[in-house]
T-cell receptor, first 113, second 114 residues
């Protein structure tokens, strides 16, 4: 149990589908993050929410739409994705103080066909 | 943009051997973080370093914050099969005061041969 739970663990979707990834943290943190991990590339920051407010959008295409209804839950809504969007999507949380490191979930392995 | 480099990219070692890997940057970091990612799981924090020259251990793992603040090292002593995984360095560059800007290196993949 990592304290950060992501569902589903695996997802296969067509390019015309709409799906959502869910993340829930049980650590009492107030900041949540979405990262994308592609093969042979460093983790890429996508979105950051602090106290439910989006504070970072790292030039992510609009076919990815985040939602943070409260400090414990984070969603990533997906629509009209491309095959190159296939990757491991990792959620992370932290307490929003300077030295507090990120805690990651186990990710959702997304395949776009 | 800023990036971290890790070497080696991959390692194959015999069980029981010691391991050394490093992480370098062209810019100064105030914090260095080392994470390990097991297959099929998310990264897990191993060690955090906050001061130049700092040497910190976590069991068989030891990490050092380089004096130049542009590098960090991770050593694993007496490796065992469960050390297999990808090791990432990470940190917020000194120009950024927020951990929201944490960047990650490309990782060192470690394989341990029993």
């Amino acid at each position: 149990e990592t304290g950060v739970t992501q569902t589903p663990r695996h997802l296969v979707m067509g390019m015309t589908n709409k799906k959502s990834l869910k993340c829930e943290q049980h650590l009492g943190h107030n900041a949540m993050y979405w990262y994308k991990q592609s093969a042979k590339k460093p983790l890429e920051l996508m979105f950051v929410y602090n106290f439910k407010e989006q504070t970072e959008n790292n030039s992510v295409p609009s076919r990815f739409s985040p939602e943070c209804p409260n400090s414990s839950h984070l969603f990533l809504h997906l629509h009209t994705l491309q095959p190159e969007d296939s990757a491991l999507y990792l959620c992370a949380s932290r307490q929003s103080s300077y030295n507090s490191p990120l805690h990651f979930g186990n990710g959702t392995r997304l395949t776009v066909t | 943009g800023q990036q971290l480099n890790q070497s080696p990219q991959s390692m194959f070692i015999q069980e029981g051997e010691d391991v050394s890997m490093n992480c370098t940057s062209s810019s100064i970091f105030n914090t260095w973080l080392w994470y390990k990612q097991d297959p099929g799981e998310g990264p897990v924090l191993l060690i955090a370093l906050y001061k130049a020259g700092e040497l910190t251990s976590n069991g068989r793992l030891t990490a050092q914050f380089g004096i130049t603040r542009k590098d960090s090292f991770l050593n694993i002593s007496a490796s065992i099969p469960s050390d297999v995984g990808i090791y990432f360095c990470a940190g917020p560059p000194s120009s950024k005061t927020s951990y929201d800007k944490v960047i990650f290196g490309p990782g060192t993949s470690l394989s341990v041969i029993p």
